[in-house]
Nanobody, 126 residues
Framework: QLQLVESGGGLVQPGGSLRLSCEAS????????IGWFRQAPGKELEWVSC????????DYADSVKGRFTISRDNAKKMVYLRIDSLKPEDTAVYYC???????????????????WGQGTKVTVSS
């Protein structure tokens, strides 16, 4: 089946917080780096964060650094993205993606990710 399913999106006011979840099925997360991407209406797909599978270290896009936190729980087949101090420009469909291979790699290259979720919509508005 090999699927990733995101959840946790919704409507939130500016300054609020959300925690997005990504659950794997059909495979385990132990050997996959996980990335989060987002696509705002009419915009290109944007990489926001990733987490490695070997040591759990993380990277963030400059646009979200300090407000977004990525984490993972391999036993539960879950990856999370906490978003604090939400801004209207954070409005987008958020996707998680899994990349198998070099345990040191974690980044924005979409071609390196093998599996993608269907997305969960985040709307930041008053």
């Amino acid at each position: 089946q090999l699927q990733l399913v995101e959840s946790g999106g919704g409507l939130v006011q500016p300054g609020g917080s959300l925690r997005l979840s990504c659950e794997a099925s059909g495979f385990t997360l132990d050997y996959y780096a996980i990335g989060w991407f987002r696509q705002a209406p009419g915009k290109e797909l944007e990489w926001v964060s990733c987490i490695r599978h070997r040591d759990g270290s993380t990277d963030y896009a400059d646009s979200v650094k300090g407000r977004f936190t990525i984490s993972r729980d391999n036993a539960k087949k879950m990856v999370y993205l906490r978003i604090d101090s939400l801004k209207p420009e954070d409005t987008a469909v958020y996707y998680c993606a899994a990349a198998q291979g070099d345990s040191s790699w974690c980044g924005l290259n979409k071609a390196r990710y093998n599996y993608w979720g269907q997305g969960t919509k985040v709307t930041v508005s008053s």
